[in-house]
Protein backbone atom coordinates (compact mmCIF):
# COMPACT_ATOMS: atom_id res chain seq x y z
CA UNK A 1 0.00 0.00 0.00
CA UNK A 2 1.37 3.74 -0.62
CA UNK A 3 1.69 6.07 2.30
CA UNK A 4 -0.01 9.39 1.55
CA UNK A 5 2.94 11.40 1.08
CA UNK A 6 4.20 9.17 -1.32
CA UNK A 7 0.41 9.07 -3.30
CA UNK A 8 0.43 13.02 -2.85
CA UNK A 9 3.84 13.21 -4.93
CA UNK A 10 2.68 11.17 -7.49
CA UNK A 11 -0.40 13.18 -7.72
CA UNK A 12 1.62 16.17 -8.40
CA UNK A 13 3.17 13.89 -11.46
CA UNK A 14 -0.27 14.45 -13.54
CA UNK A 15 0.05 17.82 -15.20
CA UNK A 16 -3.20 18.91 -17.00
CA UNK A 17 -3.66 22.06 -19.09
CA UNK A 18 -6.98 21.97 -20.73
CA UNK A 19 -6.68 18.27 -22.05
CA UNK A 20 -3.18 17.72 -22.78
CA UNK A 21 -2.08 15.23 -20.21
CA UNK A 22 1.40 14.10 -19.41
CA UNK A 23 1.90 10.91 -17.62
CA UNK A 24 5.19 9.98 -15.30
CA UNK A 25 4.72 5.81 -15.88
CA UNK A 26 5.84 3.91 -18.45
CA UNK A 27 3.04 2.36 -20.56
CA UNK A 28 4.04 -0.28 -21.56
CA UNK A 29 4.08 -1.93 -17.54
CA UNK A 30 0.61 -0.41 -17.44
CA UNK A 31 -1.35 -1.75 -20.48
CA UNK A 32 -1.67 -5.32 -21.35
CA UNK A 33 -4.91 -6.31 -23.24
CA UNK A 34 -4.42 -9.98 -23.51
CA UNK A 35 -4.45 -10.28 -19.33
CA UNK A 36 -8.07 -11.52 -17.99
CA UNK A 37 -8.89 -10.75 -14.34
CA UNK A 38 -10.88 -12.61 -13.01
CA UNK A 39 -12.89 -10.06 -11.03
CA UNK A 40 -12.72 -6.58 -12.05
CA UNK A 41 -9.75 -4.61 -11.87
CA UNK A 42 -8.75 -0.59 -13.23
CA UNK A 43 -7.40 -0.66 -16.22
CA UNK A 44 -4.31 0.96 -17.02
CA UNK A 45 -3.46 2.44 -13.31
CA UNK A 46 -1.54 5.50 -13.54
CA UNK A 47 -1.67 5.95 -17.51
CA UNK A 48 -5.45 4.96 -18.49
CA UNK A 49 -7.08 4.99 -15.02
CA UNK A 50 -5.81 8.31 -12.72
CA UNK A 51 -7.44 10.92 -10.60
CA UNK A 52 -9.11 12.46 -13.02
CA UNK A 53 -12.49 11.00 -15.02
CA UNK A 54 -11.80 8.37 -17.70
CA UNK A 55 -14.64 6.71 -19.18
CA UNK A 56 -15.89 4.81 -22.66
CA UNK A 57 -13.08 2.82 -23.83
CA UNK A 58 -13.08 1.32 -27.65
CA UNK A 59 -10.04 -1.22 -28.34
CA UNK A 60 -8.88 -1.69 -32.25
CA UNK A 61 -9.63 -5.01 -33.87
CA UNK A 62 -6.21 -5.46 -33.75
CA UNK A 63 -5.03 -4.61 -30.20
CA UNK A 64 -2.67 -1.80 -31.17
CA UNK A 65 -4.92 1.06 -31.23
CA UNK A 66 -6.92 2.49 -27.76
CA UNK A 67 -9.45 5.36 -27.63
CA UNK A 68 -11.01 6.29 -24.43
CA UNK A 69 -12.45 9.43 -23.17
CA UNK A 70 -10.67 11.96 -20.92
CA UNK A 71 -12.29 14.61 -18.77
CA UNK A 72 -11.47 16.94 -15.86
CA UNK A 73 -12.75 15.97 -12.44
CA UNK A 74 -16.41 17.71 -13.24
CA UNK A 75 -16.19 17.07 -17.11
CA UNK A 76 -16.37 20.32 -17.83
CA UNK A 77 -14.22 19.24 -20.88
CA UNK A 78 -14.00 15.99 -22.24
CA UNK A 79 -11.43 14.75 -24.84
CA UNK A 80 -10.91 11.83 -27.04
CA UNK A 81 -7.58 10.76 -26.13
CA UNK A 82 -5.66 7.96 -28.19
CA UNK A 83 -2.79 4.81 -27.40
CA UNK A 84 -1.05 3.14 -30.03
CA UNK A 85 1.17 0.19 -30.09
CA UNK A 86 4.39 -0.10 -31.70
CA UNK A 87 7.23 -2.08 -31.86
CA UNK A 88 8.82 -0.26 -29.06
CA UNK A 89 5.66 -0.17 -26.95
CA UNK A 90 2.49 1.66 -26.19
CA UNK A 91 2.73 4.98 -26.57
CA UNK A 92 1.75 8.20 -24.05
CA UNK A 93 -2.01 9.25 -24.54
CA UNK A 94 -2.50 12.36 -26.70
CA UNK A 95 -5.85 14.09 -28.14
CA UNK A 96 -7.12 13.16 -31.48
CA UNK A 97 -6.80 15.61 -33.81
CA UNK A 98 -10.20 16.63 -34.08
CA UNK A 99 -10.80 16.67 -30.64
CA UNK A 100 -10.62 19.10 -27.60
CA UNK A 101 -12.67 22.19 -28.01
CA UNK A 102 -15.73 20.68 -27.62
CA UNK A 103 -17.03 17.75 -25.93
CA UNK A 104 -16.16 14.61 -26.87
CA UNK A 105 -17.11 11.21 -25.75
CA UNK A 106 -18.30 7.86 -26.37
CA UNK A 107 -15.85 6.11 -29.37
CA UNK A 108 -16.35 2.88 -30.87
CA UNK A 109 -14.47 1.64 -33.89
CA UNK A 110 -16.78 0.67 -36.62
CA UNK A 111 -15.61 -0.61 -40.29
CA UNK A 112 -12.41 -2.82 -39.05
CA UNK A 113 -11.47 -0.34 -37.36
CA UNK A 114 -10.67 2.94 -40.11
CA UNK A 115 -14.26 4.37 -39.00
CA UNK A 116 -14.52 6.10 -35.60
CA UNK A 117 -18.10 6.86 -34.22
CA UNK A 118 -18.67 9.27 -31.16
CA UNK A 119 -20.55 11.55 -29.27
CA UNK A 120 -20.34 15.13 -29.85
CA UNK A 121 -21.97 18.63 -29.00
CA UNK A 122 -20.06 20.44 -31.94
CA UNK A 123 -21.96 22.58 -33.83
CA UNK A 124 -24.07 20.71 -36.29
CA UNK A 125 -25.82 20.57 -39.73
CA UNK A 126 -24.63 24.67 -40.37
CA UNK A 127 -26.60 25.71 -37.15
CA UNK A 128 -24.31 27.59 -34.85
CA UNK A 129 -27.05 27.32 -32.03
CA UNK A 130 -27.03 23.78 -31.45
CA UNK A 131 -25.14 22.43 -28.37
CA UNK A 132 -27.23 19.30 -27.89
CA UNK A 133 -24.99 15.75 -28.23
CA UNK A 134 -24.77 13.85 -32.11
CA UNK A 135 -23.52 11.17 -33.12
CA UNK A 136 -20.54 11.60 -35.65
CA UNK A 137 -18.46 9.73 -37.22
CA UNK A 138 -14.38 10.37 -38.60
CA UNK A 139 -13.32 7.95 -40.96
CA UNK A 140 -9.24 7.59 -41.36
CA UNK A 141 -7.50 7.55 -44.69
CA UNK A 142 -3.68 6.90 -45.39
CA UNK A 143 -3.13 6.61 -41.39
CA UNK A 144 -5.06 10.09 -40.63
CA UNK A 145 -8.41 10.58 -39.44
CA UNK A 146 -10.62 13.02 -41.18
CA UNK A 147 -12.83 16.11 -40.39
CA UNK A 148 -15.83 14.32 -38.64
CA UNK A 149 -19.34 14.16 -40.28
CA UNK A 150 -22.47 14.17 -38.84
CA UNK A 151 -25.35 11.55 -39.40
CA UNK A 152 -28.54 12.43 -40.55
CA UNK A 153 -31.42 13.19 -39.20
CA UNK A 154 -32.45 10.25 -39.12
CA UNK A 155 -30.10 9.43 -35.85
CA UNK A 156 -29.59 13.17 -35.41
CA UNK A 157 -32.61 15.28 -34.14
CA UNK A 158 -33.21 18.14 -31.82
CA UNK A 159 -32.06 16.74 -28.27
CA UNK A 160 -29.30 14.79 -27.24
CA UNK A 161 -28.12 11.41 -28.92
CA UNK A 162 -25.76 9.53 -27.00
CA UNK A 163 -22.63 6.47 -27.14
CA UNK A 164 -23.13 4.85 -30.32
CA UNK A 165 -22.41 1.54 -31.00
CA UNK A 166 -22.50 -0.51 -34.58
CA UNK A 167 -22.97 -4.44 -35.45
CA UNK A 168 -21.15 -6.10 -38.10
CA UNK A 169 -24.07 -5.39 -40.30
CA UNK A 170 -23.67 -1.79 -39.96
CA UNK A 171 -26.52 -1.31 -37.76
CA UNK A 172 -26.32 1.40 -35.07
CA UNK A 173 -27.44 1.56 -31.63
CA UNK A 174 -27.62 4.62 -29.46
CA UNK A 175 -29.10 6.58 -26.52
CA UNK A 176 -31.90 9.11 -27.30
CA UNK A 177 -34.01 11.42 -25.03
CA UNK A 178 -36.77 12.05 -26.74
CA UNK A 179 -40.51 12.82 -25.87
CA UNK A 180 -42.08 10.24 -27.70
CA UNK A 181 -39.70 7.88 -26.34
CA UNK A 182 -40.91 5.09 -23.64
CA UNK A 183 -39.13 6.42 -21.06
CA UNK A 184 -36.53 8.95 -19.84
CA UNK A 185 -33.92 8.01 -21.50
CA UNK A 186 -33.75 5.25 -24.37
CA UNK A 187 -31.69 2.63 -26.08
CA UNK A 188 -32.81 3.51 -29.88
CA UNK A 189 -31.77 1.32 -33.28
CA UNK A 190 -31.12 2.40 -36.59
CA UNK A 191 -30.91 0.12 -39.62
CA UNK A 192 -28.22 0.46 -42.01
CA UNK A 193 -29.65 1.41 -45.83
CA UNK A 194 -28.12 1.66 -49.01
CA UNK A 195 -27.71 5.68 -48.61
CA UNK A 196 -27.44 5.81 -45.07
CA UNK A 197 -29.37 5.03 -41.63
CA UNK A 198 -32.92 4.57 -41.68
CA UNK A 199 -35.30 6.18 -39.44
CA UNK A 200 -34.38 5.14 -35.68
CA UNK A 201 -36.63 3.16 -33.31
CA UNK A 202 -36.78 2.62 -29.55
CA UNK A 203 -35.94 -1.10 -28.86
CA UNK A 204 -38.88 -3.14 -27.35
CA UNK A 205 -39.76 -3.10 -23.39
CA UNK A 206 -37.48 -6.36 -22.57
CA UNK A 207 -34.77 -3.24 -23.10
CA UNK A 208 -36.39 0.06 -22.50
CA UNK A 209 -38.52 1.09 -19.41
CA UNK A 210 -40.39 3.87 -18.44
CA UNK A 211 -36.79 4.81 -16.64
CA UNK A 212 -33.40 5.49 -18.00
CA UNK A 213 -31.56 2.96 -20.29
CA UNK A 214 -28.41 4.34 -21.73
CA UNK A 215 -24.56 3.60 -23.16
CA UNK A 216 -25.75 0.06 -25.14
CA UNK A 217 -22.72 -2.12 -26.34
CA UNK A 218 -24.09 -4.53 -29.04
CA UNK A 219 -22.70 -7.51 -29.75
CA UNK A 220 -20.98 -7.90 -33.42
CA UNK A 221 -24.03 -10.36 -34.41
CA UNK A 222 -26.37 -8.37 -32.80
CA UNK A 223 -27.55 -11.11 -30.43
CA UNK A 224 -25.81 -9.38 -27.18
CA UNK A 225 -26.64 -6.18 -25.82
CA UNK A 226 -25.36 -4.59 -22.54
CA UNK A 227 -26.79 -1.79 -21.45
CA UNK A 228 -27.15 0.42 -18.10
CA UNK A 229 -30.23 1.46 -16.45
CA UNK A 230 -31.35 3.76 -13.26
CA UNK A 231 -34.42 3.38 -11.29
CA UNK A 232 -34.99 -0.12 -11.20
CA UNK A 233 -36.44 -2.20 -8.40
CA UNK A 234 -33.07 -4.41 -8.77
CA UNK A 235 -30.57 -1.51 -9.07
CA UNK A 236 -27.69 -1.59 -6.64
CA UNK A 237 -26.87 2.48 -6.32
CA UNK A 238 -26.53 4.99 -8.93
CA UNK A 239 -27.20 3.16 -11.86
CA UNK A 240 -26.40 -0.78 -12.90
CA UNK A 241 -25.00 -2.94 -15.73
CA UNK A 242 -27.45 -4.54 -17.41
CA UNK A 243 -27.60 -7.57 -20.02
CA UNK A 244 -30.28 -9.09 -22.78
CA UNK A 245 -29.47 -11.77 -25.28
CA UNK A 246 -32.20 -13.01 -28.23
CA UNK A 247 -34.08 -16.09 -28.49
CA UNK A 248 -34.05 -18.45 -31.29
CA UNK A 249 -36.86 -16.31 -32.68
CA UNK A 250 -34.60 -13.02 -33.22
CA UNK A 251 -36.37 -11.23 -30.28
CA UNK A 252 -34.48 -9.66 -26.96
CA UNK A 253 -35.44 -11.33 -23.86
CA UNK A 254 -36.01 -9.67 -20.94
CA UNK A 255 -33.10 -8.00 -19.21
CA UNK A 256 -31.10 -9.47 -16.45
CA UNK A 257 -28.88 -7.40 -13.81
CA UNK A 258 -25.43 -8.22 -13.99
CA UNK A 259 -24.97 -8.93 -10.16
CA UNK A 260 -22.71 -7.62 -7.29
CA UNK A 261 -19.60 -9.13 -9.33
CA UNK A 262 -19.82 -5.96 -11.59
CA UNK A 263 -22.21 -3.37 -10.08
CA UNK A 264 -21.55 -1.74 -7.15
CA UNK A 265 -23.68 1.25 -5.17
CA UNK A 266 -22.19 3.89 -7.51
CA UNK A 267 -22.58 4.46 -11.83
CA UNK A 268 -21.68 1.81 -13.41
CA UNK A 269 -21.93 2.06 -17.43
CA UNK A 270 -20.00 2.40 -20.49
CA UNK A 271 -20.04 -1.25 -21.58
CA UNK A 272 -17.39 -2.89 -24.26
CA UNK A 273 -16.43 -6.13 -24.74
CA UNK A 274 -13.18 -7.14 -26.72
CA UNK A 275 -14.16 -9.98 -28.18
CA UNK A 276 -10.38 -10.87 -29.28
CA UNK A 277 -8.97 -10.84 -26.28
CA UNK A 278 -11.96 -11.91 -24.17
CA UNK A 279 -12.61 -8.99 -21.62
CA UNK A 280 -15.14 -6.80 -20.66
CA UNK A 281 -14.58 -3.15 -20.06
CA UNK A 282 -16.86 -0.94 -18.40
CA UNK A 283 -16.90 2.46 -16.58
CA UNK A 284 -17.65 2.82 -12.73
CA UNK A 285 -17.53 6.06 -10.15
CA UNK A 286 -16.89 3.11 -7.00
CA UNK A 287 -14.80 4.15 -4.79
CA UNK A 288 -11.91 2.52 -2.69
CA UNK A 289 -13.36 1.78 1.15
CA UNK A 290 -13.22 5.25 3.16
CA UNK A 291 -10.42 5.74 5.77
CA UNK A 292 -12.67 5.90 9.18
CA UNK A 293 -11.26 9.63 9.98
CA UNK A 294 -8.81 11.65 8.55
CA UNK A 295 -6.54 13.47 10.67
CA UNK A 296 -4.33 15.71 8.74
CA UNK A 297 -5.04 17.52 5.47
CA UNK A 298 -2.38 15.49 3.62
CA UNK A 299 -3.89 11.93 3.75
CA UNK A 300 -7.39 13.77 2.07
CA UNK A 301 -5.68 15.21 -0.31
CA UNK A 302 -3.80 12.19 -1.25
CA UNK A 303 -6.81 9.86 -0.91
CA UNK A 304 -9.04 12.32 -3.19
CA UNK A 305 -5.89 12.91 -5.74
CA UNK A 306 -5.47 8.89 -6.64
CA UNK A 307 -7.40 7.11 -8.81
CA UNK A 308 -10.39 4.92 -7.00
CA UNK A 309 -11.59 8.48 -5.46
CA UNK A 310 -14.92 8.36 -7.18
CA UNK A 311 -14.70 10.28 -10.76
CA UNK A 312 -14.89 7.51 -13.13
CA UNK A 313 -11.84 5.06 -14.03
CA UNK A 314 -12.13 2.31 -16.37
CA UNK A 315 -12.28 -1.21 -15.15
CA UNK A 316 -12.01 -4.79 -17.19
CA UNK A 317 -12.48 -8.26 -16.52
CA UNK A 318 -12.34 -11.73 -17.91
CA UNK A 319 -15.42 -12.32 -20.27
CA UNK A 320 -15.73 -15.60 -19.50
CA UNK A 321 -16.72 -15.01 -16.13
CA UNK A 322 -20.02 -13.09 -16.66
CA UNK A 323 -21.53 -16.05 -17.43
CA UNK A 324 -24.46 -14.08 -19.92
CA UNK A 325 -26.91 -16.48 -20.27
CA UNK A 326 -30.78 -15.93 -20.04
CA UNK A 327 -32.78 -15.11 -17.14
CA UNK A 328 -34.71 -18.06 -16.37
CA UNK A 329 -38.74 -17.25 -15.50
Not at 185 to 192: H, L, N, S, T
Amino acid sequence: MHSPNYLFILMLSVMVAGCKLEVAHDPKAAIELTSTPLSPEIFGEGIISTSLYERDIAIHPSGNELIYTLADYKQNRRCLVVLQKTEQGWSEPRILPFSGQYQDIEPFFAHEGERLFFASNRPIFQDSSRNDYNIWYSDRKAGSWGEPQALSEAVNQKGDEFFPSVSESGNLYFTAARQAGPGREDIYYAKAGKDGFEQAVPLDSNINTALFEFNAYISPKEDLIVFSSFGRADDMGGGDLYYSIKDSMGNWMPSSNMGAGINSEKLDYSPFIDWERGNFYFTSERVEQLPASWKEVAELRAYANQYGNGFGNIFRVSLEKLELTPRQE
